[in-house]
């Protein structure tokens, strides 16, 4: 099955994020700052996910925009992975 039909999740490590907020553009109903400067995930609830590694689904219909936000988050720290396995497949750490 081609990635972009599988269930994905996506995660942020704030460690390495420098809160420039691109994400938080693309793809708003995802990824959105915190008062502390970072961005976090975000689940359907509207509730930010700030406890570190936690992840939420990516909406298929959002999927275009959460992938570009990993290309071009500046910190690298924007993760993908298939729920299936687990495997990033976009993100600093995927295959190419
Ligand atoms: S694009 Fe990356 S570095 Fe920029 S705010 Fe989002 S997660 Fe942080």
Redesign the pocket.
Same mark, same amino acid.
């Given at each position: 099955m081609p990635v972009n039909q599988e269930a994905l999740e996506v995660w942020?490590d704030q460690e $390495? +994020?420098?809160? #420039?907020? &691109? +994400? /938080?553009q693309y793809a708003p109903d995802v990824?959105e $700052?915190d008062i502390d400067g $970072? /961005?976090y995930v975000k689940g359907e609830d509207d509730e930010l996910r700030q406890l570190p590694g936690q992840t939420v689904p990516v909406p298929l219909p959002l999927l275009t925009d959460v992938v570009e936000?990993a290309k #071009?988050?500046?910190?690298e720290? &924007?993760h993908i992975r298939r729920l299936s396995d687990g495997a990033e497949v976009y993100g600093p750490a995927a295959q190419a």
């Amino acid at each position: 099955m081609p990635v972009n039909q599988e269930a994905l999740e996506v995660w942020i490590d704030q460690e $390495l +994020c420098t809160g #420039d907020g &691109i +994400c /938080a553009q693309y793809a708003p109903d995802v990824f959105e $700052l915190d008062i502390d400067g $970072l /961005a976090y995930v975000k689940g359907e609830d509207d509730e930010l996910r700030q406890l570190p590694g936690q992840t939420v689904p990516v909406p298929l219909p959002l999927l275009t925009d959460v992938v570009e936000s990993a290309k #071009d988050c500046p910190g690298e720290c &924007i993760h993908i992975r298939r729920l299936s396995d687990g495997a990033e497949v976009y993100g600093p750490a995927a295959q190419a």
